[in-house]
């Protein structure tokens, strides 16, 4: 089974702190996602990754950054964290061009105080 | 991106079937239309998806109209393993490789009754 794992499940920040969420899968997918849910909006889609090292803005980008050095590896990072960005984050990974399945982690909830 | 419609929630009974209806009027022919559910203190999980027919797994059944425009997913026997918010999408090519974007709408949550 394919298995999305993130850094944590909880996690507590500072306004203005930098933030990094990490995100691993083992299956050896090309695409990764990075999503994130807020009551009454649903899930939306923050950035995604088809490559290593690439990288493409989703409907959401503003006040976030992205990493992929590794292809099992995509980091998300809140370059000051503030506290509308409070949310349950998800990430997700694909095979490849054309996947239809996208594999989703357990989620990290941030608190921003 | 084409938008779905569905119930913001639905009820039913344990081991009875389950008709999670979405509508899709402006489904274009290349979309396929996905099923996602997500189980409380989850992330989502893949159900089903297709295109024109209709589809069988061991998870559930999907029900698509000649016209594309509506879809039905349907639990054969539902069980409160399957209360969770269902999401019925429609997929997006990416700009760029292909990559698939989903855009989740709102969903129905679905309540099992014992």
């Known amino acids: 089974d394919v298995k999305v794992t993130q850094s944590s499940r909880y996690l507590v920040k500072r306004t203005g702190e930098k933030v990094f969420l990490e995100c691993v899968q083992d299956?050896?997918?090309?695409?990764m996602f990075w999503y994130r849910q807020d009551p009454g909006l649903g899930l939306r889609l923050i950035y995604f990754?088809?490559?290593?090292?690439?990288?493409e803005k989703g409907d959401i980008p503003e006040g976030y950054s992205v990493s992929r050095e590794k292809k099992e590896r995509f980091s998300l990072i809140l370059e000051s964290a503030s506290t509308n960005q409070t949310s349950m984050y998800l990430c997700a990974s694909s095979l490849g061009q054309g996947a239809f399945r996208q594999y989703f982690g357990p989620g990290t909830r941030l608190t921003v105080t | 991106d084409a938008k779905t419609t569905q119930p913001n929630s639905m009820e039913s009974n344990e081991e009875e079937p389950v008709h999670l209806p979405c509508n899709h009027s402006?489904?274009?022919?290349?979309?396929?239309i996905h099923w996602y559910r997500q189980l409380p203190s989850q992330g989502p999980e893949y159900v089903i998806h297709?295109?024109?027919s209709n589809v069988n797994n061991r998870m559930a059944s999907l029900a698509i109209a000649e016209d594309r425009k509506s879809s039905t997913l349907i639990l054969h026997r539902a069980t409160l393993r399957d209360a969770a918010v269902y999401y019925c999408i429609l997929r997006a090519l990416g700009r760029i490789q292909g990559a698939q974007k989903l855009v989740f709408g709102q969903g129905t949550r679905l309540t099992i009754n014992p």
């Open positions: 990754s088809y490559d290593v090292k690439m990288k």
């Open positions: 299956m050896d997918h090309e695409n």
């Open positions: 297709g295109l024109t």
């Open positions: 402006t489904i274009s022919g290349t979309d396929y």
